[in-house]
């Protein structure tokens, strides 16, 4: 069986895409997502520092362009995306709280819970009542919550993770890999990871 990896930060508008649109790609081929929480910021720092010159000095063109090639897309998922007020936001405690998440089977429900808050209701998700609602409405205690993403674990596993990415010739969110060395990166690349499923099921 083919394998399908998918490093995702759930601060990007085009990871939230990406994350919508790889389940149905993933189901139809018979393949599970192996779902890789990272800091994308982390990833830039290491080797990817000049996004933050372009987000310091947008060329309007291309910005305006951005917002509607996103709201394309959204519609095109059935997704609410909007631009929240906080961006780019702090997303550390957020991604570190998929492994709490993950460790009681929630890792899906959380993360698409973390999308919505972030990019439908333009929450800040760097704020802990904003991750205590979240994690509420999972049925999951946002004391055990809060701890957990304090501990030495889920920030090593976060980490991990990032410093994988960057290994295996990432630069940023989302970036997906089939059989782990066919790259891919960004939304607009799916229809290419499809086809490479469907390769690797006749192979």
């Known amino acids: 069986m083919a394998t399908l990896e998918l490093f995702f930060d759930c601060s990007s508008p085009w990871t939230y895409l990406a994350f919508a ?9 018979g393949v599970p997502v192996i779902w890789k929480p990272i800091l994308v ?13 372009n987000r310091a000095n947008p060329n309007p063109r291309r910005w305006n362009y951005m ?7 959204a519609r095109a998922y059935g997704l609410e995306i909007g631009w929240p007020p906080v961006f780019p936001v702090n997303s550390v405690k957020a991604m570190r709280g998929a492994f709490a998440a993950e460790d009681k089977g929630l890792l899906l429900p959380y993360c698409t819970a973390v999308f ?12 802990d009542e904003v991750l205590a609602g979240i994690v509420k409405g999972l049925g999951m205690e946002p004391a055990d919550f809060f701890a957990a993403i304090g501990s030495a674990a889920c920030k090593d596993r976060l980490r991990a993770n ?28 799916l229809a290419l990871v499809d086809r490479a499923l469907g390769e690797a099921s006749r192979a």
């Open 21 to 29: 649109g790889i389940q149905p790609i993933a189901e139809r081929h």
């Open 41 to 53: 910021g982390g990833v830039f720092n290491a080797v990817n520092k000049e996004v933050y010159d």
């Open 67 to 73: 917002r509607k090639d996103l709201a394309d897309w």
């Open 116 to 127: 919505e808050s972030y990019w439908g209701r333009l929450e800040d998700i760097s704020q």
């Open 162 to 189: 990032t410093e994988e990415l960057v290994t295996r010739g990432g630069f940023g969110s989302p970036t997906i890999f089939v059989n782990g060395t066919d790259m891919y990166f960004g939304n607009d690349r």
